[in-house]
């Protein structure tokens, strides 16, 4: 596997199931991101990972619980969704946070419908 | 706060003809200024990149960008549109301590 890798690439739940989305990077990156893409909406920033520390979240609901278990992994923990949630999700990674002309690698994505 | 603008949602083009997709950012330093791709189902994928130097940057698939500072812009070009372009293009700001801003994004149709 090569470049940013997301698994499911979709996903149908429940309100009550609690599920995990996977993303892994084989590029030897630092930084790793998680965004929420709804339809009609603008890409929405939710979380990042720099060196496996966490080092923002924008505004996240507690349903959606990130974990980084080393630079290459990164995981989105949900619970208790809403429909509203239903989006695309969307993981990238970079060198690092903090490099200006860092560009992020994105990987396909998981398409999450809520029901 | 840095922000970037995409002033147009939608553009529908005649494939064969050209193409530019404008963006506007607002930063107060030296902006580094990104282009990206999406293709329905995937995510996004890097077209070109500006940080310094010559202001008409080459990017993958025949697009080109040009920054012109004192108009804050950072457009998007390509002179003959292939209908395989066809996908929401993402302007992109970052700063000098690397936190990015996406545009809102424009999708691009192209007639046949």
């Known amino acids: 596997e090569t470049g940013v890798t997301q698994t499911p690439r979709h996903l149908v739940m429940g309100m009550t199931n609690k599920k995990s989305l996977k993303c892994e990077q084989h590029?030897?990156?630092?930084?790793m991101y998680w965004y929420k893409q709804s339809a009609k909406k603008p890409l929405e920033l939710m979380f990042v990972?720099?060196?496996?520390?966490?080092?923002e979240n924008n505004s996240v609901p507690s349903r959606f619980s990130p974990e980084c278990p080393n630079s290459s992994h990164l995981f989105l923990h949900l619970h208790t969704l809403q429909p509203e949630d239903s989006a695309l999700y969307l993981c990238?990674?970079?060198?690092?946070?903090?490099?200006?002309?860092?560009?992020?690698?994105f990987g396909p994505g998981t398409r999450l419908t809520v029901l | 706060a840095q922000s970037v603008t995409q002033p147009d949602i939608h553009i529908t083009v005649s494939e064969g003809a050209s193409l530019e997709l404008r963006c506007n950012y607002s930063?107060?330093?030296?902006?580094?200024l990104f282009w990206y791709v999406q293709s329905p189902g995937q995510g996004l994928q890097l077209l070109l990149k500006?940080?310094?130097?010559?202001?008409l940057v080459q990017g993958i698939k025949g697009f080109e960008a040009e920054f012109k500072r004192s108009q804050s812009s950072f457009n998007l070009r390509k002179p003959s549109v292939h209908w395989s372009d066809a996908a929401e293009y993402f302007c992109a700001v970052n700063t000098n301590a690397g936190k990015s801003t996406f545009g809102d994004g424009t999708t691009l149709t192209v007639k046949p």
């Open positions: 990972y720099n060196f496996k520390e966490q080092t």
């Open positions: 500006y940080f310094s130097g010559d202001t």
């Open positions: 990238a990674s970079s060198q690092d946070r903090e490099g200006s002309y860092n560009e992020q690698f």
């Open positions: 930063y107060g330093a030296t902006p580094y």
């Open positions: 590029l030897g990156h630092n930084a």
